[in-house]
Antibody, heavy 118, light 111 residues
């Protein structure tokens, strides 16, 4: 059974870069869409970006200028970089697996990691 | 793009049925048969309940059902149980996003 685990600093200073890693175990990167999704008390769930195992990426237009996502298939890891963070970026960040089509739902989630920007 | 619109809260008594609505536009809910519903208990990650409007993943109780009419999708939970008390989120494929957009979430209270 595939499992996802997010890791990274829980506190990031305003204007700096938020960097998170998601480690995948028990499954393969192949064929799937891999996403970062965040959850804030005020705005609920917000999809940030996805990367397909083929290398195709897609970003939420509202965050596109500040986000970079990457996959390291040799390490079974996915990474997120979010630059120039503000308090509005304080959230629980989830990595998640979609299906083999970009119409498929996200069906596997990590446990989430809380990131505070201050 | 704005989030899909859900009621902030709903409530029901054990054994009753409740319905949660999710309203979007022709660019998301109304334009695609790709609506999903998630259940989230406090401190936990969301769990997929419904996908492609009406389908249930393996292991999900048939007490959960989905439907859609026009720009509004609905989740119905029948035979409410205490364990159903949680937050519920809808999502839909979105043309502007070229991927998923979520609703604001609905808190279900089982009285």
């Amino acid at each position: 059974q595939v499992r996802l685990q997010e890791s990274g600093p829980g506190l990031v200073k305003t204007s700096e870069t938020l960097s998170l890693t998601c480690t995948v175990s028990g499954g393969s990167f192949t064929y799937y869409y891999w996403s970062w999704i965040r959850q804030t008390p005020g705005k609920g769930l917000e999809w940030i970006a996805y990367m397909h195992y083929s290398g195709t990426t897609n970003y939420n237009p509202s965050l596109k200028s500040r986000v970079t996502i990457s996959l390291d298939t040799s390490k079974y890891q996915m990474s997120l970089n979010l630059t120039s963070v503000t308090a509005a970026d304080t959230a629980v960040y989830y990595c998640a697996r979609g299906g083999t089509s970009n119409f498929d739902p996200v069906d596997v989630w990590g446990q989430g990691t809380m990131v505070t920007v201050s | 793009q704005s989030a899909l619109t859900q009621p902030a809260s709903v409530s029901g008594s054990p054994g009753q049925s409740i319905t949660i609505s999710c309203t979007g536009t022709r660019s998301d809910v109304g334009g695609y048969a790709y609506v999903s519903w998630f259940q989230q208990h406090p401190g936990k990650a969301p769990k997929l309940l419904i996908y492609e409007v009406i389908k249930r993943p393996s292991g999900i109780s048939n007490r959960f059902s989905g439907s859609k009419s026009g720009n509004t999708a609905s989740l119905t939970i029948s035979g409410l149980q205490a364990e159903d008390e949680a937050d519920y989120y809808c999502s839909s494929y979105s043309t502007p996003m070229k991927y998923v957009i979520f609703g604001g979430g609905t808190m279900l209270t089982v009285l």
